[in-house]
């Protein structure tokens, strides 16, 4: 059974970086595609990006100037970096597993909130 | 961002037939395949409907999915309590060059 669990700090203060870890269990990340979405309160899902094991990433045209996804194999994990947040970064922060770059996701983990607030 | 558009809200009473839409346009869903996702707030959400209309293993065949031309449809026939959650669909966008989702409908057993 695949499971991913999101782990990071729950509050971040505005101008600073946002930082969350997906760790996988299960299955390897030296294959699939690991991914970021999120979904601010009250509001829809948003996708953040993607990571391949070889170090090739796909992000969100409207995040990409501030978004990095990397990978760590032997952890069997990958994270998120997300510079200079704001207020509308509040958000439940998931990852998720596309098994063939089929732009889908057929396991999610259950979500962080994280908060931006001074 | 959403450019997926769904009714906010749909419901039906147990065993009812409830139909949820997602409107598009030809960049996402007339070129590119859709999904649908089940989510229950404060759990991960779960695949539903992969490439328009197939149906995950474990998935129960109350649930189906269409497309036609630039819009999409999820179905659920013989509506249980259980189905109570929010639905989203999604694609991929070639003018967007990112994945979308829709709006999210929620759906109510009466």
């Known amino acids: 059974q695949v499971q991913l669990q999101e782990s990071g700090p729950g509050l971040v203060k505005p101008s600073e970086t946002l930082s969350l870890t997906c760790t996988v269990s299960?299955?390897?990340?030296?294959?699939?595609?690991w991914n970021w979405i999120r979904q601010p309160p009250g509001k829809g899902l948003e996708w953040i990006g993607y990571i391949y094991y070889t170090g090739v990433t796909n992000y969100n045209p409207s995040l990409k100037s501030r978004v990095s996804i990397s990978s760590d194999t032997s952890k069997n994990q990958f994270s998120l970096r997300l510079s200079s947040v704001t207020a509308a970064d509040t958000a439940v922060y998931y990852c998720?597993?596309?098994?063939?770059?089929?732009?889908?996701?057929?396991?999610w983990g259950p979500g962080t909130l994280v908060t931006v607030s001074s | 961002q959403s450019v997926l558009t769904q009714p906010p809200s749909a419901s039906a009473t147990p065993g009812q037939r409830v139909t949820i839409s997602c409107s598009g346009s030809?960049?996402?869903?007339?070129?590119?395949?859709v999904y649908w996702y089940q989510h229950v707030p404060g759990t991960a959400p779960k695949l539903l409907i992969y490439?328009?209309?197939q149906r995950p293993s474990g998935v129960p065949d109350r649930f189906s999915g269409s497309k036609s031309g630039t819009s999409a449809s999820l179905a659920i026939s013989g509506l249980r309590s259980e189905d109570e959650a929010d639905y989203y669909c999604?694609?991929?966008?070639?003018?967007?060059?990112?994945?979308?989702f829709g709006t999210g409908t929620k759906v109510t057993v009466l």
């Open positions: 998720a597993r596309d098994p063939i770059r089929g732009y889908y996701f057929d396991y």
């Open positions: 490439r328009n209309y």
């Open positions: 299960g299955a390897s990340t030296s294959s699939s595609y």
């Open positions: 999604e694609a991929w966008d070639d003018s967007l060059s990112a994945l979308i």
């Open positions: 030809s960049s996402n869903i007339e070129s590119n395949y």
